[in-house]
């Protein structure tokens, strides 16, 4: 199916690259609700909506973690958090995403160990069986 060109749907690439005055993370203090802030991501979805919730909810000083796509077409996600007071929500985001880029480094290292010994072990039956 081809879209039209007068189409109001976003092209792919737009869905992905930041524009030139963009930025991919903004905070904005909750003036509301003390030790809260809602964080703006450019250009993310679910995947690591989600991901950020659930890491952020496992850390003792985060009392509330949430997240919402404000519109399908377009996307960007907004991710609250607040926090005990103990630390700043900025802080326990960003340790959120290092804890999320340890794990998923140690995922990668265990998935490509895990990978070459099968394939050794799939060569020694291939050379057993010739």
């Given at each position: 199916?081809?879209?039209?060109?007068?189409?109001?749907?976003?092209?792919r690439?737009e869905?992905?690259?930041?524009?030139?005055?963009?930025?991919?993370?903004?905070?904005?203090?909750?003036?509301?609700?003390a030790?809260?802030?809602?964080?703006t991501?450019?250009?993310?979805?679910?995947?690591?909506?989600?991901?950020?919730?659930?890491?952020?909810?496992?850390?003792?000083?985060?009392?509330?973690?949430?997240?919402?796509?404000?519109?399908?077409?377009?996307?960007?996600?907004?991710?609250?958090?607040?926090?005990d007071?103990?630390?700043?929500?900025?802080?326990?985001?960003?340790?959120?995403?290092?804890?999320?880029?340890?794990d998923?480094?140690?995922?990668?290292?265990?998935?490509?160990?895990?990978w070459?010994?099968?394939?050794?072990?799939?060569?020694?039956?291939?050379?057993?069986?010739?």
């Amino acid at each position: 199916m081809r879209i039209p060109a007068e189409s109001n749907v976003p092209t792919r690439f737009e869905l992905f690259l930041l524009g030139d005055d963009e930025k991919k993370v903004t905070e904005v203090p909750d003036t509301r609700i003390a030790s809260s802030s809602l964080f703006t991501f450019n250009k993310e979805d679910h995947t690591l909506g989600n991901l950020l919730r659930s890491r952020l909810l496992q850390s003792s000083h985060v009392t509330f973690a949430g997240y919402r796509i404000p519109h399908p077409l377009f996307s960007k996600f907004e991710l609250r958090v607040q926090t005990d007071g103990e630390i700043t929500p900025r802080a326990a985001l960003v340790t959120a995403c290092r804890d999320l880029v340890n794990d998923l480094g140690t995922l990668s290292r265990e998935f490509t160990k895990e990978w070459e010994l099968r394939k050794m072990a799939g060569e020694g039956t291939n050379a057993v069986e010739k």
